[in-house]
């Protein structure tokens, strides 16, 4: 990027705040882990400017990615991008002009993206009005999740750690968004469970490795492969070319569409260019 269109570009905080930086109009800026001092978050025009809510009824939403990962200290999910997603799903989840959100940090979510969490609450969600907490010891109870519109449930790089939580969500009335790229399944630590009921989605494999013509390629960690993921611009109103594909360098999850009326709003796929094969990457489906 040149260093005149970089600085048109980049939002200047205080002298004694981070800088915050996202991908306006689809280039990049670099974020830092520590946030703070953030000032008003500007939106390029066409891209989420429009913050009304796209359904009428509550909606279940499943990102298997970590909008946050970062490798050699830049956003691995183009900053536009994850903006895009976050305030677009949020409109597909919860039919309420400015919802509460309550973000729930998994506590199984291990170290993988550690900063992704605060990523979606500081940066891609600063437009809306977000209660952040770990999740208690026990699991999310009924208690925890009243006088709330919309509930985002974030684990990075780890699959979900109790069955408590899954089972409040799937009780809970208002907006669920579960975001990470290991989310299509439960823990293997304990007693293992399915996210089928809550996601929609049949787990399959973790998705490190896509076999293509024979040739199997590794996706994990930044270090392989990458997928490609293309956000379906008739589902994503408002969308810019510089918005609508990316890459992801880190595993997402095989899965099988299977709940009737399950929506795939976006497909990964994996290895070199000449590989078809592909899979869901963020699907959204209304409640009954």
Same mark, same amino acid.
């Given at each position: 990027?040149?260093?005149?269109?970089? =600085?048109?570009?980049?939002?200047? &905080?205080? +002298? #004694?705040?981070?800088?915050?930086?996202?991908?306006?109009?689809?280039? %990049?800026? /670099?974020?830092?882990?520590?946030?703070?001092?953030?000032?008003?978050?500007?939106?390029?025009?066409?891209? =989420?400017?429009?913050?009304?809510? &796209?359904? +009428? #009824?509550?909606?279940?939403?499943?990102?298997?990615?970590?909008?946050? %990962?970062? /490798?050699?200290?830049?956003?691995?999910?183009?900053?536009?991008?994850?903006?895009?997603?976050?305030?677009?799903?949020?409109?597909?989840?919860?039919?309420?002009?400015?919802?509460?959100?309550?973000?729930?940090?998994?506590?199984?979510?291990?170290?993988?993206?550690?900063?992704?969490?605060?990523?979606?609450?500081?940066?891609?969600?600063?437009?809306?009005?977000?209660?952040?907490?770990?999740?208690?010891?026990?699991?999310?109870?009924?208690?925890?999740?009243?006088?709330?519109?919309?509930?985002?449930?974030?684990?990075?790089?780890?699959?979900?750690?109790?069955?408590?939580?899954?089972?409040?969500?799937?009780?809970?009335?208002?907006?669920?968004?579960?975001?990470?790229?290991?989310?299509?399944?439960?823990?293997?630590?304990?007693?293992?469970?399915?996210?089928?009921?809550?996601?929609?989605?049949?787990?399959?494999?973790?998705?490190?490795?896509?076999?293509?013509?024979?040739?199997?390629?590794?996706?994990?960690?930044?270090?392989?492969?990458?997928?490609?993921?293309?956000?379906?611009?008739?589902?994503?109103?408002?969308?810019?070319?510089?918005?609508?594909?990316?890459?992801?360098?880190?595993?997402?999850?095989?899965?099988?569409?299977?709940?009737?009326?399950?929506?795939?709003?976006?497909?990964?796929?994996?290895?070199?260019?000449?590989?078809?094969?592909?899979?869901?990457?963020?699907?959204?489906?209304?409640?009954?």
């Amino acid at each position: 990027m040149k260093t005149g269109l970089r =600085s048109k570009l980049m939002i200047f &905080l205080s +002298a #004694t705040a981070v800088l915050i930086g996202f991908q306006n109009c689809g280039n %990049d800026v /670099a974020f830092t882990e520590k946030i703070s001092n953030l000032g008003s978050l500007g939106v390029c025009s066409g891209v =989420s400017c429009d913050l009304t809510p &796209l359904t +009428a #009824t509550p909606a279940v939403v499943t990102i298997l990615m970590a909008l946050g %990962d970062q /490798a050699n200290s830049q956003l691995v999910v183009k900053g536009a991008s994850a903006q895009l997603i976050a305030e677009t799903v949020v409109r597909y989840a919860s039919p309420e002009n400015d919802p509460k959100v309550l973000l729930v940090k998994d506590r199984a979510r291990g170290t993988e993206s550690a900063s992704d969490s605060d990523y979606a609450k500081d940066v891609l969600l600063a437009r809306y009005q977000v209660t952040q907490i770990e999740e208690p010891v026990g699991g999310l109870l009924d208690s925890d999740v009243s006088g709330y519109d919309l509930i985002w449930f974030n684990n990075p790089g780890t699959p979900m750690g109790l069955a408590v939580s899954r089972d409040t969500l799937i009780r809970f009335r208002g907006g669920v968004i579960m975001q990470g790229d290991d989310l299509a399944h439960g823990s293997t630590s304990g007693t293992a469970f399915s996210m089928e009921a809550l996601t929609g989605l049949r787990f399959i494999d973790n998705g490190t490795d896509v076999t293509c013509a024979g040739v199997k390629y590794n996706h994990n960690d930044n270090n392989g492969e990458k997928f490609r993921v293309s956000l379906d611009p008739t589902k994503i109103p408002g969308a810019n070319a510089a918005t609508i594909a990316f890459e992801y360098g880190n595993d997402i999850d095989t899965t099988e569409v299977s709940r009737p009326g399950l929506e795939v709003v976006a497909y990964a796929q994996g290895g070199p260019a000449a590989c078809t094969e592909k899979r869901p990457a963020i699907v959204r489906y209304l409640k009954n």
